[in-house]
């Protein structure tokens, strides 16, 4: 039900770099993580970035919407000085940039779809799930001749709180495993991830309790927590049947804690 990483790190690198940089990654590899999380938007002429914010302001210097923004208005601006002097220099990727790192440096992906906008929702599905797609073409043909094969464990998962935008990537790169994002999880959860042919649910684990995941579990899906940065609620989730969880303390909890 869960053949990926159990451990991951959020948004690249936790709280200790840039979120969604390649400075991230590098700081999660330098703790041993080989697994990370990090979210996908659109800019206004449609280039898929890594981006947890709809608007400028927070990590990246600036005023105005991400999704009212072109690539090459944001491309050299600042990303690194807002979090610490020494990531002074850092700029966002593209989605594309942090692919080729992540598949250069063996860093497995659960790639988090968030539409800047209502109106993206559709798009950034589709075009996130294309561009992951390509990269993963071999092992997604092995998967096909060889559904059992080892090639599963290889894949990205897309994940999204929209399912307009999960939809999306259902259609456009089908073979690729899906989980969907609740905050809360709602009485017809498991109508949802039928539809979307998903293979996880991804909650808070604030709002989970045991009754929750075991009823997860018994339907025979994936059960994914965000974001866990206490060893102990990590062991308390995982004897609920949680499968893996990211944090932000890739310094307090170890990348082989499960």
């Known amino acids: 039900m869960w053949p990926y990483p159990k451990v991951l790190a959020h948004r690249g690198g936790g709280t200790l770099a840039p979120e969604n940089t390649l ?3 590098r700081t999660g590899l330098q703790f041993g993580y080989r697994a990370a999380e990090f979210d996908v938007m659109l800019t206004r002429d449609e280039v898929p970035i890594l981006m947890h914010d ?9 005023e105005g919407q991400i999704a009212e923004t072109d690539w090459a208005q944001l491309r050299d601006l600042e990303a690194g000085a807002w979090l610490n002097a020494s990531f002074a220099g850092e700029r966002i990727c593209t989605l594309e940039q ?16 968030k539409p800047g906008a209502p109106e993206q929702a559709r798009r950034t599905g589709e075009l996130a799930a294309l561009a992951v797609g390509r990269r ?16 599963a464990a290889t894949l990205p998962v897309l994940s999204s709180f929209s399912f307009e935008a999960l939809m999306a990537a259902r259609e456009a790169a089908p073979d690729l495993p899906r989980g969907f994002l609740v905050d809360v999880i709602p009485a017809d959860w498991q109508a949802h ?10 909650t808070s684990h604030k709002n989970l309790t045991p009754e929750l995941a075991g009823q997860v579990k018994a339907a025979g899906y994936g059960l994914f927590c965000y974001t866990v940065n206490d060893a102990a609620r990590a ?4 004897e609920w049947g949680v499968d893996a969880f990211c944090t932000d303390r890739i310094d307090l909890i170890a990348a082989d804690a499960w």
């Open 54 to 62: 709809p608007k400028r302001g927070r990590t990246l210097p600036g």
């Open 136 to 151: 993963f073409t071999a092992a997604l043909e092995a998967l096909r001749d060889n559904p059992a094969g080892a090639q």
């Open 193 to 202: 991830l039928e539809q979307l042919q998903a293979v996880a649910l991804h």
């Open 235 to 238: 062991a308390q989730i995982k």
């Open 98 to 113: 942090g692919l080729d790192f992540c598949l250069e440096h063996g860093i497995w992906m659960n790639v988090e779809i």
């Open 23 to 25: 400075a991230g990654f």
